[in-house]
């Protein structure tokens, strides 16, 4: 898709609203925002699966890392260090740079490119889903 989002769309306004409606271009698909979503949305309502957001990851590391051992040992993992020693070795294992998706890390970052325009288009395209996924209170974002 990249040349498509370079040469075909001219502004960050319609590439960002491109990736939130979706493209399919010249034999390539990307999907909407709202359909990725959709397949993961059930888990969120099923005891049995952990959600972790990358924003806690980031701004509340050890406090979710620590959420994460206290799942997995609730399944049967048996930790065989201090858990202070367990959480620095997960958080030692967190390696964005070696990660094809990681750009730069920073919670709240797409405040600086949604313009008025994408956050209804976004609001259009995915309903409440910002709120469903706790990132905002209400639809006045």
């Known amino acids: 898709m990249h040349q498509y989002y370079t040469e075909t769309l001219k502004t960050m306004e319609e590439r960002i609203n491109a990736a939130i409606q979706g493209v399919e271009e010249s034999g390539s698909k990307l999907s909407s925002?709202?359909?990725?979503?959709?397949g993961y949305m059930g888990?969120?309502?099923?005891?049995?699966?952990?959600?972790?957001?990358?924003?806690?990851?980031?701004?509340?590391?050890?406090?979710?890392?620590?959420?994460?051992?206290?799942?997995?040992?609730?399944?049967?993992?048996?930790r065989r260090m201090e858990r202070t020693s367990a959480i620095q070795i997960l958080e030692q294992a967190i390696a964005p740079r070696k990660s094809g998706t990681f750009?730069?890390?920073q919670p709240g970052n797409w405040r600086?490119?949604?313009t008025e325009t994408n956050k209804e288009f976004f609001?259009?395209?995915?309903?409440?889903?910002?709120?469903?996924?706790?990132y905002e209170k209400d639809n006045g974002w």
């Open 123 to 134: 609001k259009e395209n995915t309903g409440n889903l910002i709120v469903r996924l706790g």
């Open 43 to 78: 888990w969120l309502e099923q005891p049995n699966v952990l959600s972790l957001r990358f924003e806690d990851l980031i701004l509340d590391r050890e406090i979710t890392l620590g959420r994460l051992l206290d799942y997995i040992e609730k399944r049967g993992h048996i």
């Open 103 to 105: 750009r730069k890390g």
């Open 112 to 114: 600086e490119h949604f």
């Open 33 to 38: 925002i709202k359909a990725k979503y959709d």
